[in-house]
T-cell receptor, first 112, second 109 residues
Framework: NAGVTQTPKFQVLKTGQSMTLQCAQDMNHNSMYWYRQDPGMGLRLIYYSASEGTTDKGEVPNGYNVSRLNKREFSLRLESAAPSQTSVYFC???????????FGSGTRLTVV | RKEVEQDPGPFNVPEGATVAFNCTYSNSASQSFFWYRQDCRKEPKLLMSVYSSGNEDGRFTAQLNRASQYISLLIRDSKLSDSATYLCVINSGYSTLTFGKGTMLLVSP
């Protein structure tokens, strides 16, 4: 049972570089989410997709874009990485909006 | 008032102790409630849902007090393996869940 799979697990970027974080779930969940977690800040929602074909901004969307490629996959793109985007990024999915989430194991991103 | 508030701790307790955490929420229309557990450098994992009548899962008991707008988590007979951060999570009727910043528990031998 893979659940939610995130790649890569670790990444170091230089300021201004771009990259895409990948997330896939095999639980046939409708909703998917991207969070970032910083010390003392808790989990903050970046973007979410309530269902295939829809995406919405969360609390901290600036500097990010997302694509819900299909029901299984939800990617997060950093177009021009900044040191402030150094964080741990978690993808999550749920059967429907507002129900319990299953998280991926996270991506630790450092921007230098 | 923040939407979900938790005492960050840490709560330091010896093995075998009973410990309780509270979490307050601001939206009286909140519909569902959860406790998640997050180990150091790991992803959050669902510990238990919280039901209106209260519910128990082994050594863990969750309570909801709608009148005072808080939920609680009680851990009995603490184990070393219970050391983690416990996140209070609320569904306020919006499209997403709201996470508290967590309460850290450290269980010592």
């Amino acid at each position: 049972n893979a659940g939610v799979t995130q790649t890569p697990k670790f990444q170091v970027l230089k300021t201004g570089q771009s990259m895409t974080l990948q997330c896939a779930q095999d639980m046939n969940h409708n909703s998917m989410y991207w969070y970032r977690q910083d010390p003392g800040m808790g989990l903050r929602l970046i973007y979410y997709s309530a269902s295939e074909g829809t995406t919405d901004k969360g609390e901290v969307p600036n500097g990010y874009n997302v694509s819900r490629l299909n029901k299984r996959e939800f990617s997060l793109r950093l177009e021009s990485a900044a040191p402030s985007q150094t964080s741990v990024y978690f993808c999550a999915s749920s059967p429907d909006r507002g129900r319990g989430y299953t998280f991926g194991s996270g991506t630790r991103l450092t921007v230098v | 008032r923040k939407e979900v508030e938790q005492d960050p701790g840490p709560f330091n307790v010896p093995e075998g102790a009973t410990v309780a955490f509270n979490c307050t929420y601001s939206n009286s229309a909140s519909q569902s409630f959860f406790w998640y557990r997050q180990d150091c450098r790991k992803e959050p994992k669902l510990l238990m849902s919280v039901y209106s009548s209260g519910n128990e899962d082994g050594r863990f008991t969750a309570q909801l007090n709608r009148a005072s707008q808080y939920i609680s988590l009680l851990i009995r007979d603490s184990k070393l393996s219970d050391s983690a951060t416990y996140l209070c999570v609320i569904n306020s009727g919006y499209s997403t869940l709201t996470f508290g910043k967590g309460t850290m528990l450290l269980v010592s031998p």
